[in-house]
C-alpha cells in the first residue's frame, strides 16, 4: 500500500515546497518500527559557514524537532537519537557546557508541541554524570509525557554501547552470584533485558549522517540485524525529504535476518 496520509501530505506541503508527490514513494504498511540515528557534521556545517562549531550544534537541535514531527506522522513507534556520547566529554568544556544546555532548550521550547502530538520522551544513558539542570529538564519532559503513546523519542546521552554492555555483564555476574538469576537461563532475551533498551525493539534501520561511515560505540548489540544507510547531508541540512529518501531505501531492501527469502526456501 502506498502512503496516503491526509494529515500528512497537508504537513508537507506546509513545510517541504513540491513534497506532495514524493510523499507517494513511501509504503505506509512497510514503515521501520524503530529508526536510529548518528546525527553527525554539526561542527562541519558551522564551519562551512565561518560560524563557531557550537552554531552546528544549534542548528541539530531544530533538525530533530523536524526529524521527530515525521517520524512521528509517518507512524514510527521509536526514534533513537545518539546526542552526546560516552566520549564526547573529550571534547572542548565549552562545547560540552553548550551541548548539556540543549536538551533543556529544546524542551523548554517543543515540549509542549511534543507533548501534543502524543511524543513520549525517553533517555538512555548514564544520567548521573549530567549536569542538574539538564537532568531536571529531561526528568520533566519523562515525566510529563510518560502516558502518551505516539512515537517513543529515545535521547541517547552519556551513551556507550561498550559502557553499556560492560554493565549488563556485570549486573548479570552479580544477579547470579545472588542467586537472583540462574546463568542456564540465560538468553538473548534475558541479555537484551540488561541493556539500557529493554522494552524497545531492535532499529530496523540506522540513519547516519555527515557522510562517516562507522558506528562510534552506538547500540553494538542492538545493530545487528539493523539495514544501514549512509547520507553525506550534514546533520543541520537533514530534512523531512532526505529522512524519507532514507525511508525508501530501507523498504527495497531485502531483510533475511540470516535466513533465506521465503520464495528462496522452496528452490
Ligand atoms: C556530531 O557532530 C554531533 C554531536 C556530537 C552532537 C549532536 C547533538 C545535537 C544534534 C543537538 C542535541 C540536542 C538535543 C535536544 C539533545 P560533530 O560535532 O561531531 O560534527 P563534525 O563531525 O562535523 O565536527
Known amino acids: 500500500m502506498l502512503m496516503n496520509i491526509k494529515r500528512w501530505k497537508s504537513f508537507n506541503k506546509e513545510r517541504v515546497p513540491g513534497y506532495s ?7 505506509a504498511d512497510e514503515v521501520p518500527r524503530h529508526v536510529a540515528i548518528i546525527m553527525d557534521g554539526n561542527g562541519r556545517w ?6 563557531p562549531r557550537v552554531a552546528g550544534h544549534h542548528e541539530g537541535m531544530k533538525t530533530i524537532r523536524k526529524i521527530t514531527r515525521v517520524a512521528n506522522e509517518l507512524g514510527i513507534k521509536v526514534l533513537t537519537l545518539y546526542a552526546f556520547s560516552t566520549e564526547n566529554w573529550k571534547r572542548p568544556k565549552a ?9 533543556e532548550e529544546f524542551l523548554s521550547t ?15 544513558g548514564h544520567k548521573e554524570q549530567i549536569p542538574l539542570h539538564t537532568q531536571r ?17 529515545n535521547f541517547a546521552l552519556n551513551y556507550g554501547s561498550r559502557d553499556e554492555i560492560m554493565r549488563a555483564v556485570k549486573n548479570i555476574l552479580n544477579d547470579v552470584k545472588n542467586g537472583i538469576m540462574d546463568e542456564n537461563e540465560l538468553t538473548e532475551e534475558v541479555f537484551h533485558r540488561y541493556l539500557m ?4 525493539q531492535d532499529p530496523d534501520l540506522l540513519i547516519r549522517t555527515s557522510g562517516e561511515i562507522r558506528l562510534s560505540n552506538f547500540m553494538l548489540w542492538q545493530l545487528a540485524y539493523t539495514e544501514f544507510v549512509f547520507t553525506d547531508v550534514l546533520w543541520p541540512d ?13 523498504q527495497k531492501r531485502s531483510r533475511r535476518f540470516g535466513g533465506l527469502k521465503s520464495e528462496e526456501q522452496t528452490r
Not at 46 to 51: G, P, V
Not at 95 to 103: A, G, R
Not at 197 to 200: I, R
Not at 238 to 250: K, R, S, V
Open 46 to 51: 558551522a564551519k562551512k559557514r565561518h560560524l
Open 95 to 103: 562545547e560540552v557546557d553548550y551541548l548539556m544546555k540543549l536538551p
Open 21 to 27: 508527490t514524493r510523499g507517494e514513494k513511501v509504503k
Open 197 to 200: 533498551t529493554n522494552g524497545l
Open 238 to 250: 537533514f530534512n523531512e525529504e532526505h529522512f524519507l529518501d532514507a525511508i525508501e531505501e530501507y
Open 110 to 124: 517543543y515540549l509542549p508541541e511534543l507533548k501534543e502530538q502524543n511524543v513520549k520522551v525517553q533517555m538512555m
Open 137 to 153: 529538564a529531561i526528568n520533566k519532559a519523562i515525566r510529563e509525557t510518560e502516558g502518551n503513546n505516539g512515537l517513543i523519542l
